[in-house]
């Protein structure tokens, strides 16, 4: 953002990083995914949210409505109103998907190489 410094911004919420999602292979919680609108949000600039990829379908239906309510900066239940596709939830009817047991494969030094790339190349 600071070098930047756009005047609006457009984040693209694709979904197939989630737990459990059929093709993806992260492990992300709603929460965690949704880290990324939150910080974007307390800059208070414009924010335009796109949805996107993911396919495990009712996962992407829960992705969208938590981050929406994260761009509003509202809460939300956990408990899903019963609704017309209600048994697609199943079987806990929450909100919230809970993680998975995946190994996470990116080591510290990983993710410090790419910081270090990712920040070389803002730079220039």
């Given amino acids: 953002m ?3 410094r756009p005047s609006a911004v457009v984040l693209q919420c694709g979904a197939d990083s989630l737990a459990g999602d059929r093709l993806g292979c992260f492990n992300l919680s709603l929460k ?3 880290e990324c609108v939150d910080f974007i ?3 208070n600039l414009p ?3 796109l949805g996107g990829g993911g396919y495990t379908i009712r996962n992407v239906a829960r992705c969208w409505t ?3 309510a994260v761009a509003l900066n509202c809460d ?3 408990e899903l109103p019963y609704n017309d596709y ?3 939830y199943g079987p806990d009817f929450k909100l919230h998907i809970s993680p998975t047991n995946m190994t996470n494969q990116n080591t510290p030094e990983y993710l410090n190489k790419i910081k270090a790339r990712l920040f070389e190349n803002l730079r220039l």
């Fill in 2 to 4: 600071e070098v930047y």
């Fill in 32 to 34: 965690g995914h949704a």
């Fill in 41 to 43: 949000r307390r800059y």
């Fill in 47 to 49: 924010l335009l949210l």
């Fill in 66 to 68: 938590y981050e929406t």
């Fill in 76 to 78: 939300i239940a956990n």
């Fill in 86 to 88: 209600f048994e697609y």
